[in-house]
């Protein structure tokens, strides 16, 4: 999940927890305030009263013989008094809600039960105030309440997503220098805008370590180059005399054959350091990437090259190319030699009879070039040593130095083409190379 | 024809001067830039090859001195510092040719072969290899009036013997002549035993060519009797 989605969630939730525990909170505050404002009145109510009965006495609400009990209400029944004669065994002075049917009504009232006693009578004085008027200005209160909350949420909680967002632009910011770079040396080193000096630091550090991997790169492709042109040299050398050697006449059949193996030993030395000089002049981005062309028509002179040898070893070199893609800014001869090393090492190890299937296919936005034979086939540890430099397949079986993978992988990196290999011994191999199609 | 060697690597120098020499050409060394520069001015060349990596001059500063004294010598770039710009730079600057080191002599003679073709507008004789005609100019072969249709790589197989005849040419040589060295990493001597295999199936069926030798061990050889 993405920071500023994590951090915009928990602003969320946070302030809605917030929100929720105020409203339980203020609801019973401001009801706890109300009942006591009620009972507050009511006890008022009763003082009243009861100042009235001791001035006029109890008569003219009670007459000692005709009715037991006095009622009063207002009309809209928001308030009662009621008085009447009862005989309790203790005193009653205590605040309640209860229920009272007044004309037929149900209602539901705060209620104030009071006894008192007169000439050896008890009464019960109870004054009584309608809840529903306090539940109705509380449900309002709590309505007002309600949106003025969601209100300020949305306000904070849209002010906290753009400030976040403008917090974390330079995260953005860092992070797609990093999405857009194949190499450390096209890192872009212009200092991401900010404030904020964690993102400084950040942006620094990834900097400086760029610049440093970048240096070690290119300090190892300099040695590389350099070894290489060194070696080079000798080889040179040695290649010349060997060969002019070779052009005696008076050489024995022996020597002749003796010269012809420091040859070829002295060509595997070369096509080494001559393999490691290209990789390292691809990787160093030496070679130009501005041609346009058909990959079919490089597959098809790649057969054409190829198809002698596989028909003396009596393999099959079957095409299905019906789709095919113009490859626009790429390095043809490369992109040639990448397929060629992988469609030669296709045929080089099938054994005989055997077939090798090359195959374009486009399917929706992608292109794909797949060459699949029916040879030894690889185990998982053999396919993971597939494309680097040194660890050699088994023992050497061709000419080849083994490195022609790795070449190839280094050119399809170049190219930005995906390379995969599936395989599974005695079932053979496919490689499969997904061109990225550029408009 | 008159070449000089531009070559800071002594031992190497001698042995291409020796290889030419062989063939018949007149040889001038020179170790470094400022012997060869004077050489230039001084000499009349057909031919200079041209080593960029002198210790003393930029390699490529010669051309332009030859261009400024008329020099009518063809520049071939020999080099194995083998940067993609010094080849086109050479190129660009006039250079006619251009072999990265390591390179096989015959590969030398067949790159010089080429240049003094256009150069001297060389008209090649016929090769005759027993009842088979080469027509190098127009890169047939005839065998008894008829035609012999080849591949490409076959008939540069072919006449790249041809030119060198008499001599053994490795597998290897013969690899780096028709694929160059882009390829490298795939040089497998069965690829040219393949194309000599056909080769000869093809020009067996029309008539005898004894004349085409293996030679065990080491590669192939067009024999030509050198009496005519």
Redesign the interface.
Known sequence: MKLKLKLALFNLLSKLAFAGIFMLLMSFIIQRINLRQIDNDLVNKREQVISLISEIGIEPFITSDSSDAFGSYDILKEEFVSLEKVSLAEDLNQIEVATRLIEGEEIEYRVLNYSFKIDEQTYLLEVGKSLHSIFHAEKNTRNVMLLFLIFIISITFLTDISYNNLLLRPLEAIKNKLKKIPDPALFDKTPVKTTTSDFQRLDSALTELMENINTLFKKEKEITVNISHELLTPVSVLRSKLENLLLRVDLDQDIENKIEESLKTLHRLQTLVNSLLLIARIESHQYLREENFSVREVLQEIIKEINPIAEDAVIILKQEMNDDLLFKGANRSLIFSMLYNVVNNAVKNTPSPGEVLVKCIKSGSSFSVMISDTGKGMTESQKSKLFSRFKMREKNSGDGTGIGLAIAKTIADFHKIEVSVTSAPEKGTNFSFIFPINS | MNVLIVED?K??AL??A??LK?HNFLCDLAFNGMDASEKIAINLYDFVLLDL?LPDYNGLDLIKEAQKNNSEASFIIIT??????DKVKGLDLGADDYLA??????ELLSRINAVARRKFKITNPDVTLGDFVVQVQSRKLICKGTEVELTKKEYDLLQYLVLNYN??L?R??LYEHIWG???????????ID??I??LRKKLNSHAPTPWLET?????YRISIEEDK
């Open positions: 690597e031992s190497l042995e291409i020796d290889f062989s990596g194995a510092r083998g940067a993609i710009e080191k390591p390179f096989a002599l015959t001599k053994v490795t290897q040589q060295n882009m390829l490298d990493d795939q040089y497998d001597s069965n690829f393949v194309h295999k056909n030679v065990r061990g080491v590669g």
